[in-house]
């Protein structure tokens, strides 16, 4: 979902407290130890691995799935889970504090000061190469089938007011509303704003799950939203409509250091195993049961990592 998004950045969705960084391991953290065990013919066997994510529900379930496949095979994996947002998970795997976390092309395209683009290749491309030559990162597949990238979002009450169906029809009428906009550091709606001309009368900044409540409560009229999040379905909203692909694409891939992929290659086969499972409508649901249903990540990535035969029931 677009970083902290940060593409810009993936924000703060805030959740219930998983596992923390310190002296905790990923059978620790509850549902994180099954369908494993620790034979010496495993790849990952004596290998310590810290798997990181941002703090928003598809952050969470991608750092889980990550975790889950690599314990699987043998490494000793500790979680940082949630572990802030995109300029924390930037600075800790730049540091080693991380070795391991899932970042969305948009995002880093907006974190490496890149250009924004609207084909996924290339901003795969660009960011893969970036990161490999300035920090010693490796980007792995991306999941082209999974966008999760960003909109604007209203209520169909506002929506119908306003004669809101597309982000052309908000350009007009932006400077008397006021915008949500995600508390994190990226600009995402600066590339919005340029496209389409659009100029609010003002932004408040809020987490993103607030952002719906914000604009039923009057003190916005328009929310910056992930464009896979449910609360659009579940709150009566209305996306409008990107018509000229203003949004960069936000395809996730997980970045790994290079440090630790020396040590051990097998983490790229491990990881790359998963991107084709991955796809907008299925991440959708899944995001839907942790942030609506409120059920633990954790489990939520396990139960569909097992229905896709990526670990054993």
């Known amino acids: 979902m677009p970083s902290n998004t940060i593409a810009f950045p993936r924000m703060v969705k805030v959740l219930g407290v998983v596992c923390m960084l310190a002296v905790l391991t990923l059978a620790g953290c509850g549902g994180g130890g099954s369908g494993t065990t620790g034979g010496s013919n495993k790849p990952g066997t ?9 703090n928003d529900p598809d952050g969470q379930l991608l750092g889980w799935m990550y975790a889950l496949l690599l314990q699987n ?14 300029n924390v998970l930037d600075a800790a795997i730049k540091s080693g504090t991380v070795d391991i976390y899932p970042e969305f092309t948009g995002t880093a395209l907006s974190l490496l000061s890149l250009p924004a683009t609207q084909d996924p290749q290339q901003a795969y491309n660009e960011v893969k190469a970036a990161y490999e030559q ?10 082209f089938n999974l966008n999760d990238s960003y909109g604007l979002c209203t209520s169909k009450a506002i929506a119908s007011q306003y004669n809101l169906t597309s982000l052309d029809d908000l350009a007009k009428v932006a400077s008397q509303l006021t915008v949500a906009q995600q508390q994190d550091a990226a600009q995402i709606l600066t590339p919005v704003e340029q496209v389409y001309g659009i100029h609010f009368k003002g932004t408040t900044q809020i987490t993103e799950p607030l952002s719906f409540g914000a604009v039923t409560s009057g003190a916005a009229q328009v929310n910056e939203c992930y464009t896979t999040d449910p609360a659009i379905v579940v709150n009566n909203f209305v996306l409008l409509k990107d018509t000229k692909n203003a949004f960069p694409p936000y395809n996730p891939a ?26 907008t409508d299925k991440q959708t649901a899944l995001i839907k049961q942790v942030a609506i249903d409120k059920q633990k990540p954790q489990d939520v990535a396990k139960t569909f990592l097992q229905a896709e035969g990526l670990l054993p029931k």
């Open 134 to 143: 300035k920090f010693q990162i490796t980007m792995l597949n991306a999941a």
């Open 254 to 279: 997980p970045l790994v250091r290079d440090q630790l992929l020396t040590k051990s290659p097998a983490i790229k086969d491990t990881l790359n195993a998963l991107e084709s499972h991955l796809t």
């Open 46 to 54: 004596g290998v310590k691995v810290i798997v990181g994510s941002k």
């Open 73 to 86: 095979q043998g490494y000793t994996v500790t979680t940082d889970i949630p572990g802030g947002q995109t």
